[in-house]
Each structure stands twice: as C-alpha cells, then as structure tokens.
C-alpha cells in the first residue's frame, strides 16, 4: 500500500457521458470531485489510459466506477427485484494482459493498471470496482431510471466510505 499520507483515496469515474447510461461513472466521479475533501481526488475520464498508473500508485484507495450492462431490460424482466450497484474487490493480475482489453471501448482495465502501477512504480493501493446497471447506450445525455438510481446509490456508498475511513484514521 502507498506510504503517503492519508489523502490518498483515488475515485476514477470513467466512460461516454454523450452515451447516456454510459456516463454513469463519470457523474459519480463529479459528484465526488464537488465535495472537495482533501483525502480525496476524484478523475473523470473517458477511458481508462497507462497515465492513470501513477496516481493510482499515489493512492492508499483506488475506486474505479463504470457503467455495466447488468442493468439491461431483458435481465431485468428476469429478476424479481431492479438491478443494483455492484461493489467488488480488484485483485492485482499476476501478469499484464499482451493486448489492451477493450470493453465497451475502454482500452484498459482496472487491473492491468493496478499492476502496471505495482511494476512501474513499486505501490499497488486497495481497490475496489462499483459498477452501475444501465439499460441505455443511445446517443444523448438522458440518463435512465435505473441508472440514475445506481448514481445515487454510489454517492451514498462513497459518502459513507469517506466519512468512515477519515473518523477511524483520526482515531
């Protein structure tokens, strides 16, 4: 883990915000970044690029958000209840992938820059993926209900988690 201080939790928002659904990630990250704490920086981005490595190896806490089609209508009709956000943990790769993994256009994963920090810069931080449903990809800035649920829903986490780590730190 990073030895820095404990400004250190990372929140990386990424996809098309001109996609609708698909830029999910990106106002969470907005969201986050107009809160101004000083242990966190948040980064909106459109895909995830190799420069992200280095304030990934800065961080103690890296949380990258996106949109996912676990969100879409035909498996909601499936299910009993509405899809909701997924929090998962990231585990470094032992190796780095021979090609960039493209999903849903995005060049890298979160993984590959965990360990290409790690290889790169010797720090690897704790990190944790919130991937929120969406049902619609159309071009426009409409976000759906589902998805919109989903934001509010990763503020709510994001809240929490912050308020949490900075009272037991200042313990």
Partial sequence: ????NFGSILVIGYGNSLRSDDGAGCRVSDIVASWNLPYVRSLTVHQLTPELAEPIAQSELAIFIDAWVGGNEQ???RKKSPPVLQVQRIAVSKQL???PSVELGHLSDPRSLLLLAQQVYGEVPVAY???LPAVNWE???QVSAVTR???EQAVDFLQNL????????QC
């Fill in 1 to 4: 883990m990073a030895t820095s």
């Fill in 75 to 77: 498996s909601s009709k």
């Fill in 97 to 99: 992938n021979s090609a």
């Fill in 129 to 131: 993926s919130l991937l």
């Fill in 139 to 141: 071009f426009g800035e």
């Fill in 149 to 151: 649920k989903s934001i």
């Fill in 162 to 169: 912050c308020t949490k780590l900075v009272s037991s730190n």
